[in-house]
C-alpha cells in the first residue's frame, strides 16, 4: 500500500466520512504542513481505493451545500489499515532498535 | 482478494467511460471552490484567491489522465483504440484488405493441414516396438481393382513358410462374440490371431502370457485379455489369469492382459475387414476348410517384422516371388486372366492412409 493511501485511509478512519477536499487538507495538517499535496493527486488515490473495496462513495452536501462526493471507509478498509498500522510500528520499532544500537556502538 | 476486486474493478472501468469523467469534472470543480473560498477567507483577493487555489490544486490535465489510467486498463484501452484504427485502415483500402486476407487464409490452410499430417505420421507413435520395421503384406488381383486386399488362408501360411525377409509373421482376422460368465453379458470385439502375433508387435503382457504354437496350432481355448476389457467388464480382477470366460457359449481360459497403451489392431490396417481395436485375442487356429480355401475368402490380414537390415524394397521383390508361386497353383485357365500380385507396405503408412 502506497503511503498517500495508507494517509487517505486514516484520515477517514478519524474523520469519519469526508470529501476530497476535506481529505488533502487533512493530510496536509497533519503533516505540519511540511507536505505540500498537489490536492489532484488524491483522485487517482481515491479511485484506486474505491476499486479494492476499501473506501466506498456517495453524494452528499458540504458545509456550503455545494454538490461534494463524500468517502468512507468499508469493514475491509479498515482491515486493511489495521494491517499495515501493525506493519509501520513493527518497522518503525526495528529501525529505532537497529539506531540504538549504532548510536550505542 | 482486494487485488481480485481492483482487477474486475479496472476491467469493467473500461466501459464507464464518459459518466466517470463527469463525476471526476464535478468533483475537482467542487474542489476548487472550496480551495478558492478558503483562501479568500484567508483574506486573498478573488482573483489571487483563484490563482492560489489553482496551484494547489495542481495540474488536473495531469490529474485526469492518472484518474483514467487508473480507472481502466490502458493497455487494453490502446490496443482496442489500434484495432478500431486498423479497421478503419482496412475499410479504406478493399483491395489491399482482400489480399492481405487472402494470403492469411492460404497461410493458415496449408500450417493447420501439414501439422495434421506431421501430427498423425510422426508425432503420434505407434504402440508397438520398432513400429518401422513393421509392415502389412496384402495381395492385388488386378483384373478385380487396384485395390489391394486381405490374404487366404492357405496364402498367409505360404508366405510364413517361405519368406526370407521377415523374423516372424502374423495373420490376424476381427470377430464377435457374446461374453458370459462372468459380470454383464456383453457383445465384444476380438480378434483371431497368429500366435505369433505379440512377439512381432514386441510388446510383453502386463500380467500372464501369450500364445504358444501349440495353442495356435491345432488350438486351443485360450484368451488374451485387452486392458479396457479387463479394467471395465471384470473390474481389474487380479486373479483373472486362470479363470474362464464364455464366447458364445464355449469355455475360453483367460492366459494373459495387455498394457493399457496396447491396441491391435488399429484402423487402417486392412481396408476391407472391419477394424475396431480388440477387446481380446484368442488364436487364429485355422480349420481346415480355411486351410483348403485357395483362391477363396480373402479374410486374413497379414503382419510381419523386417528382419534387421532389410529393407522395403528387398521384401517387396521376396514377396513378388512368393505371389508368382501361388499364381503358378491357381489353374492355367483361370491364371491367363488375371495377374496376382503383392503389396507390402510400412505399417504407418497403412494407419495414416486414413489421414484424409
Do not use: C
Not at chain 2, 491345432?218 to 483373472?240: C, E, M, N, T
Not at chain 2, 491357381?330 to 486372366?337: C, D, F, H, K, L
Not at chain 2, 505399417?347 to 489421414?355: I, S, W, Y
Request: no cysteine; proline share 5%; aromatic share 8%.
Amino acid at each position: 500500500m502506497g503511503t498517500l493511501d495508507m494517509l487517505i485511509l486514516q484520515t477517514l478512519e478519524t474523520l469519519g466520512s469526508m470529501h476530497g477536499y476535506g481529505i488533502a487538507r487533512r493530510i496536509e495538517q497533519v503533516s505540519g504542513d511540511l507536505l505540500e499535496l498537489n490536492h489532484g493527486t488524491v483522485y487517482p488515490a481515491l479511485l484506486r481505493l474505491e476499486q479494492k473495496g476499501w473506501i466506498n462513495s456517495r453524494w452528499g452536501a458540504s458545509e456550503k451545500n455545494r454538490r461534494a462526493r463524500f468517502y468512507s471507509l468499508t469493514a475491509a478498509g479498515r482491515r486493511a489499515l489495521a494491517r499495515e498500522a501493525k506493519d509501520w510500528r513493527r518497522m518503525a520499532a526495528f529501525i529505532a532498535r537497529v539506531l540504538e544500537g549504532a548510536e550505542g556502538a | 482478494m482486494s487485488r481480485l476486486r481492483l482487477w474486475l474493478a479496472r476491467l469493467f472501468g473500461i466501459f464507464s467511460g464518459s459518466r466517470s469523467d463527469e463525476r471526476l469534472r464535478s468533483e475537482l470543480d467542487a474542489h476548487l471552490e472550496m480551495l478558492i473560498d478558503e483562501n479568500v477567507r484567508r483574506g486573498m483577493s478573488p482573483s489571487e484567491a483563484r490563482q492560489a487555489a489553482r496551484r494547489s490544486l495542481g495540474n488536473t490535465v495531469r490529474v485526469g489522465e492518472e484518474f483514467r489510467e487508473q480507472r481502466g486498463l490502458p493497455w487494453l484501452e490502446t490496443f482496442f483504440q489500434d484495432l478500431r484504427h486498423g479497421l478503419r485502415m482496412l475499410r479504406h483500402y478493399p483491395g489491399f484488405s482482400l489480399v492481405a486476407i487472402l494470403t492469411l487464409a492460404l497461410g493458415i490452410g496449408a500450417n493447420t493441414a501439414i501439422f495434421s499430417v506431421v501430427n498423425a505420421v510422426l508425432l503420434n507413435p505407434l504402440p508397438y516396438h520398432q513400429a518401422d520395421h513393421l509392415v502389412i503384406v496384402q495381395e492385388k488381383i488386378s483384373k478385380l481393382s487396384d485395390q489391394a486386399i486381405p490374404l487366404p488362408a492357405p496364402d498367409v501360411i505360404t508366405f510364413q513358410q517361405q519368406n526370407n525377409v521377415f523374423t516372424a509373421a502374423a495373420a490376424f482376422q476381427n470377430e464377435d462374440f457374446d461374453l458370459t460368465g462372468a459380470g454383464r453379458p456383453e457383445r465384444i470385439h476380438a480378434a483371431r490371431v497368429s500366435w505369433t502375433l505379440f512377439p512381432v508387435l514386441g510388446i510383453q503382457p502386463l500380467m500372464g502370457r501369450t500364445f504358444t504354437r501349440e495353442e495356435d496350432d491345432p488350438g486351443r481355448q485360450v484368451a488374451v485379455l485387452s486392458y479396457a476389457l479387463w479394467k471395465q467388464h471384470f473390474g481389474g480382477d487380479p486373479s483373472i489369469v486362470g479363470r474362464t470366460v464364455s464366447l458364445d457359449r464355449k469355455p475360453y481360459t483367460v492366459i494373459g492382459v495387455m498394457p493399457e497403451s496396447f491396441v491391435f489392431p488399429l484402423e487402417g490396417l486392412e481396408s476391407y475387414l472391419d477394424l475396431t481395436p480388440a477387446a481380446l485375442w484368442i488364436p487364429m487356429s485355422f480349420t481346415p476348410e480355411e486351410r483348403k480355401a485357395f483362391g477363396d475368402r480373402f479374410d486374413y490380414g497379414f503382419i510381419a517384422r523386417l528382419k534387421p537390415g532389410v529393407m522395403l524394397a528387398r521384401a517387396r521383390a521376396d514377396a513378388g516371388v512368393i505371389v508368382a508361386g501361388i499364381r503358378r497353383q491357381y489353374p492355367a485357365s483361370v491364371r491367363s486372366e488375371f495377374s496376382l500380385t503383392a503389396a507390402v507396405t510400412p505399417l504407418r503408412e497403412a494407419v495414416v492412409g486414413k489421414v484424409q
